[in-house]
């Protein structure tokens, strides 16, 4: 659905450069351009920025670096997390989880 939303719960304490870094996305309204493009029932759903826009040129050099794992915080079913292609890669792409994924917590 074309306007379809959700709502993200941010919470700090579990990843404090994460949580900065999506609530500058969100006030940049870097996500209204976004949209879901990758979609695996059962795994994950993945919401991004289209390479063409803009925005998301800027922000592909402000990669983050990754927090500290923090014990019991887990990517289990309805938890969004950053998605990243290795260590300290995380710009604006996010997932949500579609079910338990705590076999990728330490990817």
């Known amino acids: 659905e074309k306007d379809a939303s959700f709502v993200v719960k941010v919470n700090p304490k579990w990843s404090p450069k994460g949580a900065t870094q999506f609530k ?5 309204n870097l996500y209204d351009e ?24 800027e922000w592909t050099g402000r990669r ?12 289990k079913k309805g938890t969004v997390a950053f998605a990243r292609s290795g260590p300290n890669s995380r710009t604006t792409q996010i997932f949500v989880n579609y079910g338990d994924n705590s076999k990728i917590d330490r990817m």
Request: charged fraction near 25%; charge should be positive; hydrophobic fraction near 40%.
């Open 64 to 75: 983050i670096k990754d927090d500290n794992l923090i014990p019991g915080v887990t990517n």
């Open 24 to 28: 500058e996305i969100i006030q940049e």
């Open 34 to 57: 976004g949209r879901f493009y990758r979609v695996k029932p059962g795994f994950v759903v993945q919401w991004g920025i289209p390479a063409d826009v803009a925005k998301a040129k």
